[in-house]
């Protein structure tokens, strides 16, 4: 069964430092995986990655996949109060469908 | 664009009432995707239309539910009757082509329902 497993579950850190949040996945067909932000409304597109090895970046954040090792790691460099939010990451495989994770809820302390 | 409009945002209900929550996609996307978020399950996909015929409603949980989409800018969800374990968020996509896993899913703010 396909699933995507992201961790950990939660986080709370302080501004200014560094976090890696982790996404392993197990994808019939895989083609995509994909970074979602979700604050307290709809998750907002961050990243989506079909190639090993090849960093995505926007500003502070950066994410890569590892189609070998089967996950992917999305970076935050000097987080700030509004990177709070829950993070999603999905899988994508030879059709439609997305298999989501459970989130990772990270919460950054002033 | 004003990205993916869902009315209501917020809908309280008895339970055994019926409740029709609307969506419009993104001008120019192909796919429509809505999906159910709860704590417990997480997001889950209950149905996928493609140039507005319905392809997978295999996630839709059980003959309450009912999704139509009569045109290329509007589709509904229908819950009828709704129940207390329906309050959840629920959220419409639409995304640009043919809806393989590599098109870019975009999402509307939600309608958080509350069954009573």
Known sequence: ?110 | DAGVIQSPRHEVTEMGQEVTLRCKPISGHNSLFWYRQTMMRGLELLIYFNNNVPIDDSGMPEDRFSAKMPNASFSTLKIQPSEPRDSAVYFCASSLGIGVSTDTQYFGPGTRLTVL
């Open chain 1, 1 to 110: 069964e396909d699933k995507v497993v992201q961790s950990p579950l939660s986080l709370v850190v302080h501004e200014g430092d560094t976090v890696t949040l982790n996404c392993s996945y197990e994808v019939t067909n895989f083609r995509s995986l994909l970074w979602y932000k979700q604050e307290k409304k709809a998750p907002t597109f961050l990243f989506m990655l079909t190639s090993s090895g090849i960093e995505k970046k926007s500003g502070r954040l950066s994410s890569i996949l590892d189609k070998k090792e089967l996950f992917s790691i999305l970076n935050i460099t000097a987080t700030q109060t509004g990177d709070s939010a829950v993070y999603l990451c999905a899988g994508g495989g030879g059709n439609y469908q997305l298999i989501w994770g459970a989130g990772t809820k990270l919460i950054i302390k002033p």
